[in-house]
C-alpha cells in the first residue's frame, strides 16, 4: 500500500488590517454611488428633448421677384442674406473642404464623434489657437436650427442628443445640405449661395477649389479670416483648409500646391443689391406685406418666389415713349401706367425718375392734381343719374357759384377764354369746358361724384365733396386714374389693380395667385355711353394728338392744372387702358417752352406719350372693338337748376364767342347737395384745365 502523504502544517491566520475594510466601504459606496449615478441618469434621459418635442428656429431665406416672362427683377434680402440651394447646387469641393475642415469623420459617426473631438483638442493646443472645432456638422446644424436654452454643458449633451435623432432621421448629404444652406460666413451672407455671390460673385455650383477653400474656413471666425477686411488671414486659413482636405484624401499634393498658388481673386455680387426695376419691385413688396397670409416677415424671409406681372416689352415701350417725348436735360418729370382691363394686371408701371436719385415713386404715389380726365368721372355721375349727354344742354358761360351769402364766390372759365353759349354735354366733353362741368357737378352732387370715383378706381388718395372736385382738385395718382379708365373698358366691371401673378414657397407650393375677382360697379350702358363718347373725343375733341396710328376703338381724355403745372392723357382700348401723366414733382412750376412747347396740356406731351407707348404696345395685335351692353343706358327726365340762367343774347349758339364780364348768380341748393358742397373748402389752386379759379365752398 502506499505510504500515506505527510500531513501539511496548519497555515496560521494573520490578523486583518484596517485597509482592506477601507477597501470593502469603498467598494460598496462606489456600488451606491453607480447605481444613484444610473439612477439619476436614466431621469435625466428620459427628460432629454427629441426633434419632434422642441421649437425649430426660422431660418429666414431671401425672396426673389421676377416679371411675367419669368426674368428675375431682383432679390427682396432679408436680414440674413440667404438663398437656400439643393445639394446639387452646391460644388462638390465645398462639401469636400468643409467636411475636411469642419468633422473628417463625418460619414463615419452617428451624429457624434468622440474621436473628432481628441482630435480637435490636440490640433488645438499644437496651433496655440482654435483651427478646429470638436463638435460634429449634425451638432454645428444642431445649434443653428433649433433652440436650445439649456447652460452650456447641459446645452451640450442635448445637441448631442438630438444629433443622434437628427442622423436617424436624415441621410448625410441632406444634413450636409442644410448645414452649408444655414451657416454664417461673414459679410451677412447665410449660407453657401449667398456667400459665393458675396465673394466671388457667383452661383455655389460654380466654386473652384481654391474658392471653395476659402468659404470652407470663413464659419469658424467670419470676422478674423474677412477676405475683404484680412487678406492675409483668409489666405493663411484657406492654407489649412487645403492642408486638411490632402490628409483626408480628396485633393492631391499638387493640387494644393496649385490652390495655395492662386490668388484670391475677390469680386463683390451684385445679385443682393441690383435691382432693374426698383420701384416695381418695392411697390410689389408693399403690396405682399399687406397680405395677413404672408406679411412683411414672409415677404423678407420667406424665400419666396413671387412673379409679377410686369411685361418686360410694354416697360421698355413706356420708358422709350417717356424718352422720345422727353428728351432735354431739365425736362419735367413723367409717369406711366399700363393696365389690363380684364384682369387688373399692371403691366407697364414706369417713371422718368432714377430710384437711386429720388425713391418716391410717382406712379404709384404721386397725388397730383388730374385736371379734366376728373370729368369723365362726373360724366359717369350723370349718366347714372339718367342725365342724356346728347340732349342736356348748358351754357357755356363765365360761372360764378356762390351756394350762400356768406360762402366765397367760385369763379369758373374755360382754358382759353371762349364760350359755346348752349351746348349739349356731350359736345362740351369733347371742348372740355369747365364752366359747363362746374354746373354739372352741382347738379348730379359732389358727394355723388365722389362715390363714383371711389368705385371706379380713386381707393388710397382722399377726395374733397365739392364741386371744384369736377375739375381735378384733389391729387390722385396715376395708378388709380388707370384703374378708374380700366373699369370703364371693362364695361364697368372693377378689378383691383394688382402687381402679382403668383407666388410660392421655397418648395414651389402656391401660397397666392393674383387672379382677382371683377365686381360690377357701374351698368354696362353707362360705361359704353362714356366710352362712345370718349371716342368722339379722340376723333373731333381734344384727344386728337394721341389716337392710334391704326384707329382702331379706343377712348380718352385729356386733362391740364391750373397754370400748367400738371398735363394728363387717360385713355384705352377694350384691352388696355392707360394714364400718362407730366409735371414737376418737386414744385409747382408752370410747364411753358418745354420740348418746343408753349404751355404744355394734356392734348400735348402727354397725348404724344400716349400714342407712342399704345401704337408700340399694341402693334400686330388686331383691333378690338367695344362690345355692345347688355343693359343701355336709361334717360331720365332731367332739367338743370341752371336751366333758366342767362348770361347774354346769342343768335349763333355753334360760334365761339367771347362772353361779357361774369357776374355772380346766386342759386339756392337742395339741402343734400348743399351740405356736401360746403363740406370741405377746395384748394386754392385748383386744376382747371388751365383756367384759373377761386376757392369753392
Not at 85 to 99: E, L, Y
Not at 389 to 394: E, F, I, R
Not at 477 to 500: C, D, F, K, Q, W
Not at 558 to 573: E, L, P, R, S
Request: with cysteine; proline share 7%; charged share 20%.
Amino acid at each position: 500500500m502506499p505510504e500515506p502523504k505527510p500531513r501539511r502544517a496548519p497555515r496560521q491566520k494573520r490578523p486583518r488590517r484596517p485597509f482592506a475594510s477601507t477597501l470593502v466601504v469603498l467598494a460598496l459606496l462606489v456600488v451606491v454611488a453607480a447605481g444613484a449615478l444610473l439612477y439619476g441618469a436614466s431621469r435625466y434621459i428620459d427628460r432629454l428633448p427629441t426633434l419632434d418635442a422642441i421649437k425649430a428656429r426660422e431660418i429666414g431665406a431671401n425672396s426673389e421677384v421676377y416679371d411675367a416672362r419669368g426674368t428675375s427683377l431682383g432679390v427682396l434680402a432679408n436680414d440674413e442674406n440667404r438663398q437656400p440651394v439643393t445639394s446639387s447646387q452646391i460644388s462638390p469641393w465645398m462639401k469636400k473642404g468643409t467636411v475636411a475642415i469642419e468633422d473628417r469623420r463625418y460619414y463615419e459617426h452617428g451624429g457624434v464623434d468622440p474621436q473628432g473631438v481628441a482630435r480637435a483638442l490636440v490640433e488645438n493646443v499644437m496651433a496655440g489657437r482654435v483651427v478646429q472645432g470638436g463638435s460634429t456638422l449634425t451638432q454645428q446644424l444642431i445649434s443653428q436650427i433649433y433652440i436650445v436654452k439649456q447652460r452650456t454643458v447641459d446645452r451640450k449633451i442635448r445637441e448631442a442628443v438630438l444629433a443622434v435623432q437628427l442622423e436617424d432621421r436624415f441621410t448625410k448629404d441632406e444634413i450636409l445640405t442644410a448645414y452649408l444652406n444655414t451657416v454664417f460666413y461673414g459679410n451677412n451672407a447665410y449660407g453657401v449661395e449667398a456667400a459665393a455671390q458675396t465673394y466671388f460673385a457667383k452661383s455655389a455650383k460654380d466654386l473652384t477649389l481654391p474658392q471653395a477653400a476659402l468659404l470652407s474656413g470663413l464659419p469658424q471666425l467670419p470676422s478674423t479670416y474677412d477676405p475683404y477686411e484680412n487678406p492675409e488671414a483668409a489666405l493663411k486659413r484657406r492654407a489649412q483648409v487645403l492642408k486638411a482636405m490632402r490628409e483626408t484624401g480628396v485633393i492631391t499634393a499638387a493640387q494644393e500646391r496649385k490652390a495655395n498658388a492662386t490668388k484670391l481673386k475677390l469680386k463683390r455680387g451684385q445679385v443682393y443689391g441690383k435691382v432693374s426695376e426698383s420701384f416695381f419691385v418695392r411697390y410689389v413688396a408693399d403690396e405682399l406685406s399687406k397680405n395677413p397670409e404672408i406679411g412683411t416677415a414672409g415677404v423678407r424671409a420667406g424665400g419666396l418666389q413671387i412673379t409679377t406681372t410686369l411685361d418686360p416689352k410694354l416697360q421698355a415701350k413706356a420708358r422709350a415713349a417717356m424718352r422720345k417725348v422727353l428728351k432735354t436735360p431739365g425736362d419735367p418729370d413723367a409717369a406711366i401706367v399700363s393696365i389690363r382691363p380684364k384682369t387688373g394686371q399692371i403691366v407697364a408701371m414706369a417713371s422718368t425718375r432714377y430710384f437711386r436719385k429720388d425713391q418716391f415713386d410717382l406712379a404709384s404715389q404721386g397725388r397730383r392734381q388730374p385736371g379734366s380726365t376728373f370729368k369723365t368721372i362726373t360724366l359717369a355721375t350723370a349718366i347714372e343719374q339718367g342725365i342724356d349727354p346728347s340732349g342736356t344742354t348748358y351754357m357755356s358761360a363765365p360761372f360764378s357759384w356762390q351756394p350762400d351769402p356768406t360762402s366765397p364766390v367760385w369763379n369758373v372759365s374755360t382754358a382759353g377764354g371762349s364760350y359755346a353759349g348752349p351746348v349739349s354735354l356731350e359736345n362740351a366733353t369733347l371742348a372740355s369746358d369747365n364752366t359747363v362741368y362746374a354746373q354739372l357737378a352741382i347738379d348730379v352732387g359732389p358727394a355723388n361724384i365722389v362715390d363714383m370715383a371711389q368705385r371706379l378706381g380713386v381707393r388710397t388718395s382722399p377726395l374733397s365733396a365739392v364741386p371744384s372736385l369736377t375739375l381735378g382738385a384733389d391729387g390722385v395718382s396715376p395708378l388709380e386714374m388707370a384703374t378708374v379708365y380700366a373699369t370703364l373698358a371693362n364695361g364697368g366691371v372693377y378689378h383691383r389693380p394688382t402687381a402679382i401673378k403668383e407666388v410660392t414657397d421655397a418648395d414651389g407650393k402656391v401660397l397666392l395667385e393674383g387672379r382677382t375677382t371683377g365686381v360690377r360697379v357701374i351698368q354696362d350702358g353707362v360705361a359704353a355711353e362714356v366710352t362712345r363718347i370718349l371716342g368722339e373725343n379722340m376723333v373731333s375733341g381734344t384727344g386728337t394728338g394721341a389716337m392710334m396710328s391704326d384707329r382702331r376703338p379706343e377712348a380718352g381724355k385729356t386733362g391740364t392744372t391750373d397754370n400748367h403745372t400738371d398735363a394728363w392723357f387717360c385713355g384705352y382700348t377694350p384691352t388696355l387702358a392707360t394714364c400718362v401723366w407730366i409735371g414737376y414733382p418737386d414744385e409747382t412750376k408752370p410747364m411753358y417752352g418745354v420740348e418746343g412747347v408753349g404751355a404744355v396740356s394734356g392734348p400735348t406731351l402727354p397725348a404724344d406719350i400716349w400714342h407712342l407707348f399704345m401704337d408700340a404696345a399694341l402693334a400686330g395685335t388686331p383691333p378690338v372693338s367695344f362690345p355692345a351692353p347688355k343693359r343701355p343706358a336709361d334717360w331720365a327726365r332731367f332739367e338743370s337748376q341752371f336751366a333758366n340762367r342767362v348770361v347774354s343774347t346769342i343768335s349763333a349758339p355753334d360760334l365761339t364767342l367771347t362772353m361779357p364780364p361774369q357776374r355772380t348768380i346766386t342759386v339756392t341748393q337742395p339741402p343734400a347737395t348743399t351740405e356736401a358742397a360746403t363740406t370741405e373748402a377746395a384748394p386754392a389752386t385748383t386744376a382747371v384745365d388751365g383756367a384759373t379759379t377761386a376757392p369753392v365752398p
